[in-house]
């Protein structure tokens, strides 16, 4: 049982106003983004946690200033714009790096994710966050979390598509993430994503009339 959203304020902003807020999560491959937007499409608010993250660590930007503030220039181009690539690899091989970055990126990430929840119109408002179950402070938001779900297999092959990478290495950010079996256990909902578009189309619209009831209430 999710626990309820918490009554505090929040960078000024009373929880009790907040849209009703889903949790939306999966592992890499499994179709998070196409699912978001299906429901976009039927009236959704959704904020991507990546998508802000990367925003943040745009040149010039308050994540970009933390992290070479931390890092000096060790992860940076001679431009100035942040070497993703490199900064990825390194948090993936050392977990003293990946902590040291979580510690000044995701306060930042968590209070405009706040910020934009509050903001928001919607009646019901996806957070899409890849590592939700890895972060109680995500996962205590939310009053429902909807996994999208599909074989191994299936994310490899999608990821190695999209962005090329090799399949061992794709197995490797699948192994050390919440598995399979434990997403789905956690989940109070789930989108089975091996099907066609008009299966995922369905399910999408189940969920959203569920969610629009659920944030009536």
């Not at 196409?34 to 994540?63: C, K, N, Q, Y």
């Not at 970009?64 to 100035?80: K, S, V």
């Not at 399949?167 to 950010?173: N, S």
Request: hydrophobic share 45%; glycine share 8%; charged share 25%.
């Amino acid at each position: 049982m999710r626990p309820p959203l918490a009554s505090r304020l929040e960078h000024g902003h009373p929880r009790s106003v907040m849209a009703y807020l889903v949790g939306l999560t999966g592992g890499i491959g499994c179709g998070k983004s196409t699912v978001g937007a299906r429901f976009v499409e039927l009236g959704s608010g959704l904020i991507d946690a990546d998508a802000v993250s990367h925003s943040l660590t745009r040149r010039e930007a308050p994540g970009w200033q933390a992290i070479r503030a931390e890092f000096g220039e060790n992860f940076f181009e001679p431009d100035g714009e942040l070497d993703r690539a490199r900064l990825r690899q390194a948090v993936f091989a050392n977990a003293a790096t990946r902590a040291r970055l979580e510690a000044v990126l995701h306060p930042l990430i968590r209070n405009e994710t706040a910020r934009q929840i509050a903001d928001a119109t919607a009646a019901y408002v996806l957070l899409m966050v890849p590592l939700l179950f890895e972060s109680g402070r995500y996962r205590e938001r939310c009053r429902r979390v909807l996994v999208v779900d599909c074989l191994e297999s299936t994310q490899v092959r999608r990821v190695v598509a999209r962005n090329g990478m090799a399949p061992d290495d794709v197995r490797a950010i699948i192994r050390s993430q919440t598995g399979r079996a434990q997403r789905l256990a956690l989940a109070d909902d789930v989108i089975d994503n091996e099907g066609d578009a008009d299966r995922l189309a369905g399910a999408v619209a189940r969920l959203d009339r569920l969610y629009r009831r659920l944030a009536n209430a």
